[in-house]
């Protein structure tokens, strides 16, 4: 059974930086590709960043360009995003995705994680 599991969230204030780590257990598969997305309350849930299986290829939401960073380790199983100069409307639960394939993917995740808080004052 695949289990994704985040951590790194929390408070921070306009401007800063977090770090999101989301470690994949019990996947049985290979290659496959990985994504964040994000919920803000009253909102959909919404693509953030992609990463393929190689890492050589990435994408991003276009409010996110420039600020965040997707990148993974496969021998460790776990998938990064890296937010910089964050701003109060980067607040929502954050999770993490995974599906089977070698692509870059950005929609038709089985597989999510529980979620993430992050919440940016302003």
């Known amino acids: 059974q695949v289990q994704l599991v985040e951590s790194g969230g929390g408070l921070v204030q306009a401007g800063g930086s977090l770090g999101l780590s989301c470690v994949a257990s019990?996947?049985?598969?290979?290659?496959?590709?990985l994504g964040w997305f994000r919920q803000a309350p009253g909102k959909e849930r919404e693509f953030v960043a992609a990463?393929?299986?190689?890492?050589?290829?990435?994408d991003y939401a276009y409010s996110v360009r420039g600020r965040f960073t997707i990148s993974r380790d496969n021998a460790k199983n776990t998938v990064f995003l890296q937010m910089n100069s964050l701003k109060p409307e980067d607040t929502a639960v954050y999770y993490c995705?995974?599906?089977?394939?070698?692509?870059?993917?950005?929609?038709?995740?089985?597989?999510w994680g529980q979620g993430t808080q992050v919440t940016v004052s302003s």
């Open positions: 995705a995974a599906r089977s394939g070698a692509r870059l993917y950005y929609t038709n995740y089985p597989y």
């Open positions: 019990g996947v049985t598969f290979s290659p496959y590709g």
């Open positions: 990463i393929a299986w190689s890492g050589g290829r990435t």
